[in-house]
């Protein structure tokens, strides 16, 4: 390596702004990989976060400052640990999924990390009371040149996916997760309730790639349908939100059947009747899953959710293998990462990248600090 300490964008107070420092470059232990970061998402929900906190979610942890933040990276492997047995070498091109877990406790010998209660996200925030040792063992997130990641959580890149569409792969990973949650089958229907956000797109395009025969999108904007319409004119059905009720759009395009699944991508200001609606729309046994962020309590008939044998399903998150099937998906060309509309930024312009992040219209844009 050229030289023992590398730039890094940090945080050193909530609400304040990114600043670049020179710190060291971590050591790679036994079982860890060392990349080299060339993309990292801006994530719409960062600002929010960093500005404030505690208010924001005070049960989710973050870093101790000054931190590094960047959630959603991709890079060239630099080192390799020891121990690190999958075969990945320096100069490989990779995804870091930023989802870490303690590795032992009873949820991840059950082989569901997610639901350690340790569960943290490198470079943002935690999910428990063990996400700050987490963050002491893994303190780096994308914003800095080079960061550390346990070997089991690197997704490898074929060519054809650049480091930009990689770094999105946490919103789109999201999306399909939630659809495998749901036991999504090809030749199914889907709907996406905010079709057209960060979340909302990466669901339709999953939806697309996972076969699904009719994807229902909602959204308030306009110009944002059309454009989602036209990823797949025969397949799509994007709709505005409110004109009517969307069971009622969704029962007479199915024949009164309603959707296999939904997926509810809806942002913190939607109210509750729209997800109620969302699942008036399921078919007998459909499943809803929820990867969005109303914050209003639900007013949920549990009687006709049992007799119609529906669903309400949280899903956090994606795996790494998932990440994998979704880079072999983007290579066999079934997962369309090309709808994907980049604003790049560089670790001095962090800030300013999170000035766009706020200014963008939908999910297409995808705000990535490059370096
Ligand atoms: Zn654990």
């Not at 993309?39 to 942890?61: C, E, K, Q, S």
């Not at 997130?141 to 960061?147: E, I, P, V």
């Not at 979340?199 to 395009?205: D, E, R």
């Amino acid at each position: 390596m050229a030289s023992k300490t590398m730039r890094a964008a940090r945080l050193h107070e909530i609400g304040g702004r990114f600043q670049v420092d020179s710190v060291p470059v971590p050591e790679v232990r036994d079982m860890d990989v060392l990349v080299e970061v060339k993309a990292t998402g801006i994530v719409p929900n960062l600002r929010n976060v960093i500005t404030h906190y505690p208010t924001w979610f005070p049960y989710l942890p973050l870093p101790k400052l000054p931190a590094i933040y960047g959630l959603d990276s991709a890079g060239v492997v630099a080192k390799v640990g020891s121990r690190v047995r999958n075969g990945v070498k320096p100069g490989d091109r990779v995804y870091v999924n930023p989802g870490l877990s303690c590795g032992s406790c009873d949820a991840c010998r059950k082989g569901e990390p997610i639901n350690c209660s340790s569960y943290t996200f490198m470079g943002y925030f935690g999910f428990g009371p063990g996400s700050q040792q987490i963050y002491e063992d893994y303190p780096y997130g994308g914003f800095g040149q080079y960061l550390t990641a346990p070997a089991t959580n690197l997704v490898k890149l074929p060519p054809s996916i650049s480091f930009e569409q990689a770094a999105r792969f946490g919103y789109v990973g999201t999306g399909y997760s939630g659809l495998r949650k749901a036991n999504l089958q090809a030749g199914q229907t889907v709907l996406v309730d905010g079709g057209t956000g960060t979340l909302g797109v990466g669901a339709v395009i999953s939806a697309l790639a996972m076969g699904a025969s009719k994807v229902f999108a909602s959204g308030r904007n306009k110009s944002l349908l059309d454009r989602l319409q036209s990823i797949d004119s025969k397949r799509i059905h994007a709709f505005a939100l409110g004109e009517r009720a969307t069971a009622e759009i969704i029962m007479e395009a199915t024949g009164g059947q309603g959707v296999d699944v939904v997926i509810q991508a809806l942002g913190a200001n939607a109210p509750a009747a729209t997800v109620v609606d969302s699942l008036n729309a399921l078919c007998r046994g459909g499943k809803a899953v929820n990867i969005g962020g109303v914050a209003e309590t639900l007013p949920i008939e549990p009687i006709p959710m049992m007799v119609l044998q529906k669903s309400f399903i949280g899903s956090l998150w994606f795996s790494t293998a998932e990440g994998q099937a979704m880079a072999a998906m983007a290579e066999a060309g079934t997962l369309n990462l090309g709808v994907f509309e980049h604003e790049r930024f560089s670790l001095e312009t962090v800030n300013e990248g999170l000035d766009a992040v706020e200014q963008r219209t939908g999910g297409f844009t995808n705000v990535v600090v490059m370096q």
